[in-house]
């Protein structure tokens, strides 16, 4: 419920209570007044009354007084012609008898069940126990809606929503970077616009289309642009809406989707999160019949259930397609698949073009800068970028966002939001700026290694320091050589320590880990190993359950198992031992640098690279 109809029920209720007291007030206006029954027969005799009317199972006798007359006189009050009543004892015929003697109308009334039953005043007594009930439905029922659960009312339905032309339409122009995806989707884009021109010719328009790629590509983006291009009714429903507390309740969503999406053909209906209901069946904790097993089955029925040229095309997006059930993939369901992955250098271009409109930036903003900075940005990651840097912005009061912004909301996206406030000692950030200037200085005696963006000694995240290495270009290959460059590179911010200070700190801890994990990699999974040759060991072993790898199944003897074990440390004792004579050879210039990062707490590529070329002549 929208706040705005929330407020009209609210005066809804207002307005009611008004007009009842109103009713209520207006009916009671009229005086009634009690006369006693001797004064009734003074009044009768004396000809002061108009009508009469009796009622009998009441014991009652209601009138009214001629116009100029009045009970009370004396009472100004109580207005002339008024109404009276007067309670009748058991025998009064003979007052009867006198008011007529005297001409006046005698009515005599009896109940009926209606007119009891809704009398002014029990009418008011009803409404007045309905309206906390009323209220407390209205209390409820809103609670329901503004939870977006709804369930108490609407279990079996499929909670599906249409996206209505209100909202602005997302067209193809709002996704980029994903070129061949939209090439394949503008055809079904075509399909739902003209479907003559294909049933003619007896083509058949896959049935099911899945989207397929890491979170944040633009999968539910490019559904909804697909429905703003078409201009067919789009039914969304993401997948866990399906699975529920409820045993029996995803299985009835499903049917209730389609039953929905045949009524409106030509018509789209997009299952964001897939995997939330696909996964494959069998493996869930609890033995074979849980409840995601019934949606992913009544599913696979629908699918079959509609014929390839209905009208009804279904789209669906997930991250994991490995952990789908093998029958949903089978051809004549999800027979396409259409892959949107991360964004290549021209297309974070694109993208980021996309997300800087309509905000207001500073002149010198390089878009070609800022993609080459963000290589393995997602298009969601890139949204982000442009929205903290005009964050950032309007935080220092200024009007437009500048380079500066973009580069700390691209940092802050990588390694986290700065933390100044974090006191450290002075020698830890010593030591700290030492372990970095190990990373770069490393890194730029290496010929494979990626060229060093930035180095901060400011806490960042969860990290003390950080230095920055990117690629010049998108990479899609490592090489051998390129793999033992980066982990000499992580070596050489604990080799830094030691040379320097002889000693051993936590802070390296990260960097071994992920060192010795490519080493591991290199033998097991690449084949780079010398010793122990192109093979692969292991086999990754995907627990369906929780959906992530878990386990490695082992495939290789205890003697491979050590085999593997020395190599991994071959190599990674051949990396340090690479680190430590560069670090040795070019202590001058770390000491010398570390001076500087300490002073300005951080340096870019430019004077970093600058610098290091000054010390390589002095030296010389
Ligand atoms: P996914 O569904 O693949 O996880 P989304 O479609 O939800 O990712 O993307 C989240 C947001 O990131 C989008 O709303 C959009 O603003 C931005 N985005 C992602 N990919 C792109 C892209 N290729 N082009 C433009 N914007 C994108
Ligand atoms: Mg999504
Ligand atoms: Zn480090």
């Known amino acids: ?14 307005v009611m209570i008004i007009v009842l007291w109103m009713i209520y007030s207006f009916l009671s206006v009229k005086t009634v007044v009690d006369v006693s029954y001797s004064k009734l027969i003074t009044e009768v005799d004396a000809g002061n009354i108009q009508e009469v009317t009796v009622k009998p199972e009441q014991a009652m006798l209601t009138g009214k007084f001629l116009p100029d007359k009045s009970a009370e006189p004396s009472n100004p009050k109580v207005p002339k012609g008024h109404d009276f009543k007067t309670n009748l004892p058991p025998d009064y015929e003979a007052l009867l008898t006198r008011i007529q003697e005297k001409g006046i109308t005698i009515d005599i009334e009896h109940p009926s069940a209606w007119s009891s039953m809704f009398s002014p005043t029990t009418l008011f007594m009803i409404l007045i126990f309905l309206f906390p009930i009323i209220f407390i439905y209205m209390l409820f029922s809103r609670q329901m809606q503004s939870s977006g659960s709804n369930q108490a009312f609407t279990f079996g339905k499929s909670k ?3 996206v209505d032309d209100s909202t602005r339409k997302i067209t193809f122009d709002d996704v980029a970077g994903v070129d061949e995806a939209i090439a394949e989707l503008a055809e079904v884009v075509d399909f739902l616009q003209s479907p003559r021109k294909y049933q003619e010719i007896g ?57 929905q999406a045949k009524k409106q053909t030509p018509c789209l209906v997009f299952v964001d999160e897939l995997d939330a209901v696909g996964r494959q069946r069998g493996a869930g904790l609890g033995g074979g019949h849980d409840e995601r097993e019934q949606t992913l089955n009544q599913l696979l029925v629908e699918l079959d259930g509609f014929e390839p040229n209905s009208g009804v095309i279904l789209l669906a997006a997930t991250n994991r397609p490995d952990i789908l059930d093998p029958a949903l993939l089978r051809p004549g369901r999800f027979d ?38 963000t290589p393995g940005f997602s298009g969601a990651d890139l949204r982000n970028v442009c929205n903290e840097a005009v964050l950032i912005a309007a935080r220092f009061e200024r009007t437009e966002a500048s380079m500066p912004d973009f580069e700390e909301a691209i940092d802050k996206t990588i390694a986290g939001p700065e933390r100044k406030s974090r006191v450290i000692l002075e020698r830890e950030k010593e030591i700290i700026a030492y372990h970095e200037l190990g990373h770069a200085v490393v890194a730029y005696h290496l010929p494979n290694a990626d060229p060093v963006h930035k180095i901060s000694i400011l806490p960042r995240g969860l990290a003390l320091g950080y230095t920055l290495q990117f690629p010049e270009e998108d990479r899609f290959l490592q090489s051998r050589a390129e793999m033992l460059d980066r982990i000499t590179g ?18 390296a801890s990260n960097d071994l880990e992920r060192s010795t994990e490519i080493a591991r990699a290199m033998v097991t999974q690449f084949g780079m190993s010398d010793k122990l040759g192109p093979l692969t060991f292991g086999k990754k072993h995907e627990s369906i359950f929780l959906g992530r790898d878990l386990s490695e199944d082992r495939n290789y003897s ?63």
């Open 336 to 373: 396409r698949r259409v892959v949107v992955d991360r964004p290549d250098l021209n297309g974070r271009k694109d993208i980021l073009k996309i997300h800087l409109r309509g905000k207001s930036l500073e002149g010198d903003i390089d878009v070609d800068v800022l993609a080459k900075r």
């Open 558 to 620: 205890e003697q491979i198992a050590y085999d593997i074990d020395l190599e991994v440390r071959h190599i990674i004792s051949e990396c340090y031992e690479r680190s430590k004579k560069i670090i040795n050879e070019s202590m001058a210039a770390i000491d010398k640098l570390a001076k500087i990062l300490l002073e300005k707490e951080h340096l870019g590529r430019e004077e970093f690279e600058r610098l290091m070329k000054g010390f390589a002549k002095a030296s010389t």
């Open 203 to 259: 083509a058949e328009i896959p049935k099911g289309i899945l989207l397929v790629g890491p979170p944040g590509c633009g999968k539910t983006l490019l559904a909804k642009a697909i429905a703003g291009e078409a201009g067919v009714p789009f039914f969304y429903i993401s997948g866990s809406d399906f699975v529920e507390m409820f045993v029996g309740v995803g299985a009835s969503r499903v049917r209730d989707l389609f039953e």
């Open 1 to 14: 419920m929208s706040r705005g109809s929330r407020i009209s029920n609210i005066l809804f209720v207002i």
């Open 490 to 507: 992580l070596l050489g911010g604990r080799v830094a320590e030691e040379v320097k200070f002889d000693e051993m700190t936590t802070g």
């Open 160 to 162: 599906a929503r249409t």
